[in-house]
């Protein structure tokens, strides 16, 4: 995509090297996208190297706009980009509420740069502080997270190459081209206006199209029931056959205050990926729980809940009776019926109006992109849209 990457430092390759960054090889940057695109098998090693990339390109062009940037800031902020996903467990997002409950990708990110600036005896302390936006350059913060930071530069441009949806195209080279600094605030040049009226819009569709497709979320809501009932049955003291690390956070119940405490956490963290996942899943097909055995099937041969995704309220008396017909199709307790079906909502706001993008007008006054904008789509754009589903397994009549 971006053609020869250059590696600017020793550090930044030694920490590339490192396991827990080798780790990001085996997590996919899309979950379980690949079953609607099959194409989309990237992952988040490749995400992170793209980010870095882009983040050298947009700091180059900064300096060459004379904005001063010494080689410690752009080292770290390189480093707080790059490392910006560490967090991610198996399948991304997918199994972010269901392995650490309360604890997002985003500390556990921080988490491995504390750990990795120990290991490299304090040379991360600028990255934990642009990470963490403490850095008074509040720039550099804004450059690894915000509404136009590297992250959602590199992965709608990724995720729109690999899925083949066109619509999540957006003008990166023009996008690094426009960006700029005022009084040490990303900012956004006047003629780049339509490029990020454009970003915002590709954005918005990728979740529809791509992030949050119907047949995609029905996926995720199976391997999310799948460890759930894993975990239960792990916590009971049944034989559950898994690797070690997936083993771990089975059976143990950490929680956002009490993950920081285990001093085993990171080590072991750090050797979750996909492969466990989907191991387990394999191991799990004939497992004498028919819950576990039936979902851990029905992935493995792509038969997938079926679902339906509306503006409106599910209603409950049709949540009762895909609840009644799990029950009498696979004579399970009303308890454990629970395993075989989902419901929820789910949201998105492609723009969120207490972080602006703001655009420097010629006077050299930084306006929101919402009024400086001439399209009455960009306000739109700050409505949150909810939608509800209701999925369930294909074989169950109503």
């Excluded at 707080?80 to 560490?86: E, F, I, Q, S, Y």
């Excluded at 004498?288 to 851990?296: A, G």
């Excluded at 400086?372 to 397994?393: E, G, H, Q």
Aim: overall charge neutral.
């Amino acid at each position: 995509m971006y053609g020869f990457i250059r590696i600017p430092s020793g550090l930044i390759e030694d920490i590339i090297s490192h396991r827990w960054f080798q780790r990001l090889r085996n997590i996919k940057q899309l979950g379980l996208t690949d079953l609607v695109y099959p194409a989309a098998r990237h992952s988040r090693f490749q995400h992170a190297l793209g980010a870095m990339h882009l983040m050298m390109r947009v700091l180059d062009t900064l300096r060459a706009k004379g904005v001063v940037i010494s080689d410690e800031e752009y080292e770290a902020s390189v480093i707080a980009v790059l490392l910006h996903d560490m967090g991610h467990g198996p399948l991304s997002h997918a199994l972010e509420e269901t392995l650490l409950p309360g604890i997002p990708h985003e500390t556990l990110s921080y988490k491995f740069m504390q750990e990795l600036n120990r290991q490299f005896n304090g040379a991360l302390e600028l990255t934990l502080r642009i990470f963490r936006n403490s850095y008074h350059r509040k720039f550099f913060h804004q450059l690894v997270s915000s509404q136009l930071d590297i992250d959602r530069l590199d992965y709608l441009h990724r995720d729109c190459f690999f899925t083949g949806v066109p619509e999540g195209a957006i003008g990166v080279n023009r996008i690094v081209e426009v960006l700029g600094v005022h009084n040490d605030q990303l900012v956004v040049e006047e003629k780049g206006l339509y490029s990020i009226e454009n970003f915002l819009h590709a954005r918005r569709l990728m979740y529809w199209q791509v992030y949050l497709h119907k047949t995609t979320l029905s996926a995720e809501r199976m391997v999310v029931n799948l460890i759930k009932r894993a975990r239960l049955l792990a916590r009971a003291g049944e034989k559950v056959p898994a690797s070690d690390a997936l083993l771990y956070f089975l059976k143990s119940e950490l929680n956002s205050e009490t993950f920081i405490q285990q001093p085993d956490f990171t080590e072991v963290y750090g050797c979750l990926d996909d492969n466990d996942i989907f191991g387990a899943i394999k191991l799990w097909n004939n497992h004498s729980d028919i819950i576990l055995r039936t979902l851990s099937r029905m992935l493995s041969e792509r038969r997938l809940f079926q679902i339906i995704l509306q503006q409106e309220p599910i209603p409950k008396a049709r949540i009762e009776q895909v609840r009644n017909g799990i029950i009498q199709q696979y004579k399970t307790l009303r308890a454990d019926a629970a395993y075989l079906f989902s419901t929820g909502v789910v949201t998105n706001e492609a723009y969120a109006e207490g972080q602006k993008i703001n655009i420097l007008t010629a006077e050299g006054k930084p306006v929101d992109i919402a009024q400086a904008s001439d399209l009455p789509t960009i306000k739109a754009l700050t409505k949150i849209v909810k939608k509800n589903y209701l999925c369930w397994p294909k074989n169950v009549s109503l």
